[in-house]
């Protein structure tokens, strides 16, 4: 059985080729994706405020493709550190 930061390495590593490939809107995430995986400078006050806002947004979309996915639970098993996002299949990565 793997461990929790064995399964997170692996969901920074899934997260990371997601947004390599595209699947991630660069939009106004850009500034916090570059520092993040390319070494750029921490994203200035203002990036993030208007990054939380398209947060929300896109959360709302997400919510409408897949209904009844946030209200999804059931306990905590083997360690998994985004098994409450399984509901949103291969968008869970992103959400």
Avoid: C
């Amino acid at each position: 059985m793997s461990s929790a930061l064995d399964k997170l390495n692996t969901f920074i590593e899934r997260f990371r080729h997601d947004y390599t490939v595209g699947k991630i809107d660069m939009g106004k995430y850009g500034a916090y994706l570059k520092w993040k995986f390319e070494d750029s400078p921490l994203p200035s006050f203002y990036e993030v405020v208007d990054m939380a806002e398209k947060v929300s947004d896109d959360l709302e979309k997400y919510d409408i493709k897949y209904p009844g996915a946030a209200s999804y639970t059931e306990p905590y098993l083997n360690d998994d550190p985004w098994q409450s996002y399984k509901m949103y299949e291969d968008d869970k990565y992103i959400v």
